[in-house]
């Protein structure tokens, strides 16, 4: 095993019926600005119960957070921040309004120019204090609820922001508010889960057992619930196994102590920015084909996969890896989710400007080797196709 630090400040309050509760998690005298998405949250009533549980503490608003929120929106809430002095951030939505709200944070904490915030990577960014956040989770995906991340779009890019003042000090993970959702983000919310467990997963071995079961665990309770909760949205026992997956596969825990890769991600990122394609879809898309083509270097992790979440042993490694993929990928569809990219129109005359796009943006050695040049991208590109 690596060595590591695990630090995990977000105190998560599961379960139905708990945005009363806001009352005692929302200091009495905070001034709150409250942030939200395009409208889901107005339509079925969320924002409408959070408002009532804040009582007589003066509430701002700022809604029409983008899917892949972008800097120039938030920096409009930045504004409001300042205006109103704000000294508390509720999110209430998905990914993107969490991670938008957790930039509104740091931007409105920082001195200088908050593009500068957008330049870190993976690196946590210069802001020495921050607002506390708490998050009302409606889309159980992205994990933002309970770690220090964010993905900020801006000008074609989509750029990840870290911080330790990003934890949220609350989350609240009712599964019953996430009933409303249409299928396609239910099964985005599914593979997005999947394939974060993977990039800390189906790397090499260091012989974390905890992480390697614990992510097999993971993988296994999505294949049994995943099909379900999409099809049967208000079973609330398998809507509750996906929020808690959610949560659990991108808060530090698996990731501690072992090799991560992320080239699904970050490859995943460009689709998203060029072509608009969900999220979740992109990982869809490109996850069997990085295996494809990476089968060799992965090749341990890649048996132990087949092995233990989909329980295939027979025939030579080859073989098994195969199947591996095979029903990996058969799983993603069943979910609903088109798993080609010339499915979204994308051939290989594009594949040139996808691969401009990773270089402009620096992604010329992932993995968790850190060899996955451009080159071996085009061939993962190809290779979805
Ligand atoms: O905007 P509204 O009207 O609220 O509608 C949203 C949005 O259109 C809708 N929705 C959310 N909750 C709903 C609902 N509709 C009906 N009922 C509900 N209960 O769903 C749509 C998608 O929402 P979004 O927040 O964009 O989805 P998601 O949670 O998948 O977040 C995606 C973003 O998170 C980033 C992605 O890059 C992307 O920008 N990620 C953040 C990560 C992190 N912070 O750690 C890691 C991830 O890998 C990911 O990169
Ligand atoms: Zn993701």
């Known amino acids: ?104 944070n740091l931007a409105s904490n920082y001195e200088g120019d908050a593009k500068d915030l957008l330049t870190h990577g993976f690196n946590p960014v210069p802001v020495k204090k921050a607002f506390p956040i708490g998050t009302v989770v409606t889309l159980p995906a992205t994990g933002s609820e309970m770690n220090n991340g964010g993905v900020i779009s801006y000008e074609g890019g989509k750029f990840p922001i870290f911080s330790p003042l990003s934890f949220p000090k609350f989350s609240i993970l009712d599964p019953e508010l996430t009933y409303t959702l249409p299928s396609k983000q239910v099964a985005n919310g599914v593979v997005d889960t999947f394939i974060h467990t993977v990039e800390q997963y189906v790397t090499y071995s260091v012989d974390a057992r905890f992480q390697d079961r614990t992510s097999e665990g993971i993988l296994q309770t999505l294949v049994e619930i995943g099909k379900t909760t999409i099809d049967n949205p208000e079973d609330y026992n398998a809507r509750a196994n996906l929020v808690w997956c959610a949560t659990m596969a991108l808060n530090g825990l698996i990731g501690a102590g072992v090799p991560q890769d992320w080239e699904t991600h970050m490859i995943g990122h460009e689709l998203t920015a060029m072509f608009g394609l969900d999220h979740g879809l992109t990982l869809a898309i490109l996850q069997p084909a990085v295996w494809k083509v990476r089968r060799e270097q992965k090749k341990a992790k890649l048996i132990q996969y087949a092995q233990r979440v989909w329980g295939i042993a027979d025939g030579s490694d080859e073989k098994i890896i195969d199947q591996a993929i095979d029903r990996t990928e058969t799983f993603f569809q069943s979910l609903g989710l088109k798993t080609r990219l010339t499915d979204h129109g994308i051939d290989e005359t594009k594949i040139p400007d996808i691969i401009r796009a990773l270089e402009k943006h620096g992604m010329t050695a992932l993995s968790e080797t850190g060899d996955v040049t451009l080159e071996v991208s085009a061939q993962i590109l190809k290779e979805a196709l």
Request: glycine share 10%; no cysteine.
């Open 1 to 104: 095993m690596l060595n590591f630090d695990f630090y995990n400040p977000t105190h998560i309050v599961f379960g139905k019926d708990r945005l009363n509760e806001l009352d005692e998690l929302v200091p009495k005298d905070a001034r709150v600005l409250i942030t939200y998405g395009g409208g889901s949250v107005k339509k079925f009533g969320t924002l409408e119960k959070v408002s009532q549980a804040l009582g007589n503490r003066p509430i701002f608003e700022f809604g029409d957070i983008e899917p892949n929120p972008k800097f120039n929106t938030l920096m409009k809430a930045v504004d409001i921040v300042k205006k109103e002095n704000i000294d508390f951030l509720l999110a209430v939505g998905g990914g993107s309004v969490m991670d938008g709200t957790k930039f509104i």
